[in-house]
């Protein structure tokens, strides 16, 4: 807290740290650009659980992902709007969503150089107990010409 008033007025947000730190890099500004959009779609999860109730969004959706669990209507949600806003930064080449049987390859006039893997809203099945979810991801930078090869070790993340 500052000396000028009971308020922080210069707030170090996700946000700003990742804009911060992209500016560091001297970079395309392409990684930027995708955390920022992973986290915008993050905090509309987050709107979205906090909302489930009054949005009648509890409750199962019908199918199984791959995984085997029963996909809830939040995952579905969360995965629509984590792929949307991905999609929409023209940063990612594929996709690879739990919810997903198969990789997501975004158009060509969309594509960018990275791949993410991710897990949109981990622990749903446990939401109605009130414990701990998120969101998983990572990120690798696409390797090559072909957009296929997109299974590479950890030691490739971002």
Excluded: W
């Excluded at 922080?8 to 700003?16: I, K, M, S």
């Amino acid at each position: 807290m500052s000396e000028k008033g009971a308020f922080d007025t210069n707030v170090l947000t996700l946000t700003r740290f990742v804009l911060e730190e992209g500016r560091k890099a001297h970079g395309t500004g392409e990684l930027t650009n995708l955390l920022n959009s992973i986290c915008t779609a993050v905090k509309a999860i987050s709107t979205a659980v906090r909302k489930a109730g009054i949005a009648n969004l509890y409750g199962i959706a019908g199918s199984t992902n791959v995984t085997g669990d029963q996909v809830k209507k939040l995952d579905v949600l969360s995965n629509d709007m984590v792929i949307n806003m991905i999609k929409s930064s023209f940063t990612s080449c594929v996709l690879v969503s739990e919810e997903n049987e198969r990789a997501i390859v975004v158009e060509a006039d969309k594509r960018g150089k990275y791949i993410v893997c991710f897990d949109p809203l981990d622990g749903s099945s446990n939401i109605d107990c009130l414990v701990s979810i998120g969101t998983i991801f990572a990120i690798y930078k696409k390797v090559g010409l072909k957009v296929k090869c997109y299974f590479q070790p950890e030691c490739c993340l971002e």
